[in-house]
């Protein structure tokens, strides 16, 4: 009996993954719980094992395709079962041509392209029933002037498609001299490219004409071609992710953050001499990040309410601290978390930290690593920001902003001095907690970073 493989759902709010690569190939024998396929998220890249023993009969979805979850990717057979092979998954984003439209167009937008044009151009134009796509503009980056307009003479009617029109008027060439390769002899966009480049279909005036044609089409259009098109880039995979998720975050929750300044002397002499002291075996670096982290913990056991979750059933007030680090990456954002991160010293919390880090930039995170988090910290302090406003993230009650520790000049004991201070910043949901205790906490905090010795009691 055939065995269906789906798109795994990984968390509440995983919606499609994309397949990166098969271990196995059609044909090839597959084991129970083997390593079938490799699928990315927005958070992480992991491998889907086979559900059933067999033989992979047929994969509906090659690497490289998007699919929503609980699709079906893959069938198993068992050895010597026969079944009927089914149409392979589309790509995300992909399109089927229509029958009236011909596949080697492309689908007209239904909103024209801006053309560059001075203001009296546009008016000349309209007034005239010119498109000004088809006029070729020789003003600054191709920009259709008056005496562009004035100087139009449309095209004599042949028989080519919009695309075609538009491109060969921008390339400053007769669609007459081009041979179209269309149905009953239409000339395409695909023909025009093929003129501009030198090849393709002859065109009808001969190669004499065509050779004197395309050099001088080609000067021509060179200021054009000289100007960058602007790039679009698809709002897909993890940039999807978190566009639909910092937009949620933000409307479904009643956001505010509260800010206050640390002075930072007291925890760097802390940093500076853990990091001084000689230890067998080595033991980590710790950084104020570390420090910073440890206290976090300290506080939330202070003030539980900033430790929860509002759900459905309502706040969840959770007894142990699943502290959440945001790490960012080449193409997004993860927050991984430590779990029980109130149970450890800070000589356990700083490693188990930097190991999850690691294992995010590297693609390695399991899905107990992402899942379950009940508080964030996100450090900007190595990019030289001084303060923010973080988003939460859901269902999380607060987020804490770290920005950098600066010299700055402070007034202590009646004296000018230079001190080293430091801008944390808490974006709570409000209707989770009220300003004042989501205030305290934030400041119980500051006074553990002030005077670290406090960690100790």
Do not use: N
């Given at each position: 009996m055939a065995t269906e493989?789906?798109?795994?759902?990984?968390?509440?709010?995983?919606k499609e993954g994309k397949i990166t690569r098969w271990f196995k190939a059609e044909g090839d024998p597959v084991g129970k719980g083997e390593p079938l396929f490799e699928v990315e998220t927005s958070k992480i890249t992991n491998a889907v094992e086979a559900p059933a023993a067999g033989t992979l009969f047929q994969i509906l979805a090659p690497a490289g395709t998007t699919v929503a979850v609980k699709t079906v990717v893959a069938v198993l057979v068992e050895p010597g079962e026969e079944t009927e092979r089914r149409p392979l998954q589309p790509l995300a984003g992909a399109q089927e041509p229509t029958a009236a439209e011909p596949t080697d167009q492309a689908p007209v937008s239904s909103a024209p392209a801006f053309v560059p044009a001075s203001p009296i151009a546009r008016r000349l134009?309209?007034?005239?029933?010119?498109?000004?796509?088809?006029?070729?503009?020789?003003?600054?980056?191709?920009?259709?002037?008056?005496?562009?307009v004035l100087e139009f003479e449309p095209a004599a009617r042949v028989d080519a498609s919009p695309q075609a029109i538009a491109l060969a008027a921008k390339a400053g060439l007769d669609l007459e001299r081009i041979s179209g390769s269309g149905p009953g002899a239409r000339i395409t966009k695909a023909d025009v490219l093929k003129a501009m480049s030198g090849g393709g279909p002859a065109p009808a005036a001969g190669p004499e004409t065509r050779e004197a044609t395309i050099p001088q089409a080609r000067a021509e259009a060179a200021p054009t071609a000289a100007v960058a098109e602007p790039g679009v880039i698809p709002l897909a995979g993890m940039r999807r992710v978190i566009a639909d998720n910092m937009m949620a975050?933000?409307?479904?929750?009643?956001?505010?953050t509260v800010?206050?300044?640390?002075?930072?002397?007291?925890m760097t002499d802390l940093r500076d001499l853990l990091r001084a002291r000689p230890a067998e075996p080595p033991g980590p670096r710790i950084s104020y990040n570390d420090i910073i982290a440890l206290a976090v913990c300290r506080a939330l056991k202070e003030f539980p309410i900033m430790n929860s979750w509002l759900t459905e059933e309502g706040i969840v007030v959770h007894r142990q601290v699943n502290l959440g680090v945001a790490v960012a990456l080449d193409d997004g954002l993860v927050v991984p978390n430590v779990k029980n991160a109130d149970r450890m010293g800070l000589q356990e919390l700083a490693p188990a930290i930097r190991a999850l880090a690691d294992r995010a930039r590297q693609g390695g995170l399991t899905l107990d690593e992402i899942q379950g988090g009940t508080f964030t910290i996100t450090n900007v302090s190595m990019l030289g920001v001084d303060g923010f406003t973080p988003i939460l993230n859901p269902p999380e009650t607060a987020i804490l902003g770290v920005g950098r520790a600066s010299d700055q000049a402070a007034v202590v004991r009646g004296e000018i001095c230079v001190r080293k201070k430091m801008t944390l910043s808490l974006t709570f949901d409000h209707r989770v907690v009220d300003g004042a205790p989501a205030m305290r906490f934030l400041r119980t905090l500051a006074d553990y970073l002030e005077q670290p010795l406090l960690l100790l009691t």
């Open positions: 493989v789906v798109m795994p759902k990984w968390g509440l709010t995983m134009a309209k007034s005239r029933g010119i498109d000004l796509a088809l006029v070729r503009g020789t003003g600054p980056g191709g920009r259709v002037t008056e005496k562009d975050s933000l409307h479904q929750s009643a956001q505010l800010f206050v300044e640390v002075d930072a002397g007291a």
